[in-house]
């Protein structure tokens, strides 16, 4: 059974940073995109950041370059979201996703309704 667990989210000041994991079970990562997406209270959800299977190529939402990195270990079954400066705005639950299909990842992060697996999420409150 394919399971997607994040962690790391918590309460943190403007300007801070926070470590997102997503832990994968039960597929092997290595064949799969994977993608970051949050949700605000109000708001629809958004693409943050997508990855592909190898790791090389990536794609962020513009309100993030700069301050968000992502990347992936293969062997040790994880994605993480390292997020730094953090902002009031990057307040949200945030999602870790998988796809096996799509893999351009302009096209994961802009059509989260098409990714097929999702994770429980995990909130990031951003304030002072």
Request: charged share 15%; proline share 3%; aromatic share 10%.
């Amino acid at each position: 059974q394919l399971q997607l667990v994040e962690s790391g989210g918590g309460l943190v000041q403007p300007g801070g940073s926070l470590r997102l994991s997503c832990a994968a079970s039960g597929f092997t990562l290595d064949y799969y995109p994977i993608g970051w997406f949050r949700q605000a209270p109000g708001k629809e959800r958004e693409g943050v950041s997508c990855i592909s299977a190898g790791g090389g190529s990536t794609n962020y939402a513009d309100s993030v370059k700069g301050r968000f990195t992502i990347s992936r270990d293969n062997a040790a079954k994880t994605v993480y979201l390292q997020m730094n400066n953090l902002k009031p705005e990057d307040t949200a639950v945030y999602f870790c996703a998988a796809d096996l299909y799509l893999t351009s990842v302009q096209d994961m992060c802009l059509m989260d309704f098409m990714v097929e697996y999702w994770g429980q999420g995990t909130q990031v409150t951003v304030s002072s």
